[in-house]
């Protein structure tokens, strides 16, 4: 009974860990769009996420390093894994930079619902690299391909079809739906920018996690591969934030939901 409750467990944690962190990815997203609201820019947004993270980080390796319970050393990097975790430094910093654009231009909830568009296109990326194989009469290929066609799917009517609009009227409590929207019709422009900003900030992703796993073949210590990138997402972060961003009040953090969604981002 108990192993089977055991089993149990470790087959429930992953999932509860994916969708813990969905909650939490469509937290910050909600706060960075108040942010951006007060003023904030996303290019100092991204800046500073990436420093903190970093600073946060490096005291946190360096007793990992010295830490007595350490079994295995601190992994030598060569030239040639050094310029892999850069580019993969590039594509994510440019990932979180497209993913921002997007929600500043439409909104966290069509964020969260392209963001299922991931296992799609890391399943397609896999199979085109060969990390994964395809069985037609597996049910596991069968259901694999479904939910990446039926996520597609999904992702490009949100994207084009916002549907009815909900509001409340000043004299009553009761809900009232506008004219229904029609898709040839009620394209937002906007809407649809964003949506192509967030569908490009997935496939880099998506492009991210595959590259994650042929690097970790190579150096196979999780945490210098997170500190590396970090610091090499940070300075290129922080180079576009200062060209893009040159009004130098927009870099000044106050003590509002800006500094908030700054900390919410750290990771």
């Not at 690299?129 to 939910?147: D, L, N, Y």
């Not at 229904?180 to 906007?190: E, G, M």
């Amino acid at each position: 009974m108990d192993r089977r409750c055991c089993n149990c467990y470790k087959d429930l944690l992953p999932f509860m860990v994916l969708v813990g962190n969905e909650c939490i990815i469509t937290g910050v997203y909600t706060l960075f769009k108040a942010a951006t609201l007060q003023g904030m820019s996303k290019y100092v947004f991204v800046a500073y996420s990436y420093t903190v993270s970093t600073i946060l980080l490096l005291p946190f390796y360096f007793f990992y390093t010295r830490s007595v319970f350490r079994s295995r050393v601190v992994p030598k990097l060569s030239f040639s894994i050094l310029f892999k975790i850069a580019l993969l430094g590039v594509v994510g910093c440019s990932a979180q930079f497209l993913a921002y654009a997007g929600i500043s231009y439409s909104s966290p909830t069509l964020s969260s619902a392209i963001g299922n568009l991931i296992p799609a296109f890391t399943f397609i990326l896999a199979v085109i690299c060969r990390m994964e194989k395809i069985a037609i009469k597996s049910r596991t290929t069968q259901a694999k391909v479904w939910g990446s066609i039926i996520s597609i799917s999904g992702a490009f009517i949100v994207t084009f079809y916002k549907g009815k609009s909900i509001t409340i009227t000043h004299n009553s409590s009761f809900f009232h739906l506008q004219q229904p929207n029609h898709i040839l019709t009620s394209v937002d422009t906007n809407w649809a920018i964003g949506g192509l900003l967030l569908t490009v900030s997935n496939i880099l992703l998506t492009i991210w996690f595959v590259a994650q796993v042929e690097i970790m073949k190579e150096i196979e210590d999780e945490l210098t591969l997170v500190l590396v990138h970090n610091l090499f997402a940070t300075i290129l972060a922080l180079s576009v934030g200062l060209l893009a961003e040159t009004n130098k009040s927009l870099w000044k953090i106050r003590l509002d939901i800006s500094l908030i969604s700054i900390i919410c981002t750290v990771r």
